[in-house]
Nanobody, 127 residues
Framework: EVQFVESGGGSVQAGGSLRLSCAAS????????IAWIRQAPGKEREGVST????????SYADSVKGRFTISSDNAKDTVYLQMNNLTPEDTADYYC????????????????????WGPGTLVNVSS
């Protein structure tokens, strides 16, 4: 059974930190580009970060550069998103996705399909 499940969301005050996790089962992370995306109420979906677990290539949205770090633990089939210095503008539902083809694995790429979505985890940042 294929599963792709996020965890680690919650409520935090501005300036705080959270670490999101995305655990995969039933498929191999190396076969995909893994992307975190988010959607805030009333706003368009936004790509946050990507990682190629094969070569470690990462990319970030300008809005999170310097504050968020994406990483992976291939032995655990898990991708993480460390979020520091959170602001109310980071409040959103966060989803991990597995995109194909696995390369190029950067935000802004248009020619891909999403093979798997997680159900999402809510991050709420209060001022």
């Amino acid at each position: 059974e294929v599963q792709f499940v996020e965890s680690g969301g919650g409520s935090v005050q501005a300036g705080g930190s959270l670490r999101l996790s995305c655990a995969a089962s039933g498929f191999t992370l190396e076969d995909y580009c893994i992307a975190w995306i988010r959607q805030a109420p009333g706003k368009e979906r936004e790509g946050v970060s990507t990682i190629s677990v094969t070569d470690g290539t990462t990319s970030y949205a300008d809005s999170v550069k310097g504050r968020f770090t994406i990483s992976s633990d291939n032995a655990k089939d898990t991708v993480y998103l460390q979020m520091n210095n959170l602001t109310p503008e980071d409040t959103a539902d966060y989803y991990c996705t597995a995109r194909w083809p696995p390369r190029p694995c950067i935000l802004g790429t248009l020619n891909f399909v999403v093979a798997y979505w997680g159900p999402g985890t809510l991050v709420n940042v209060s001022s």
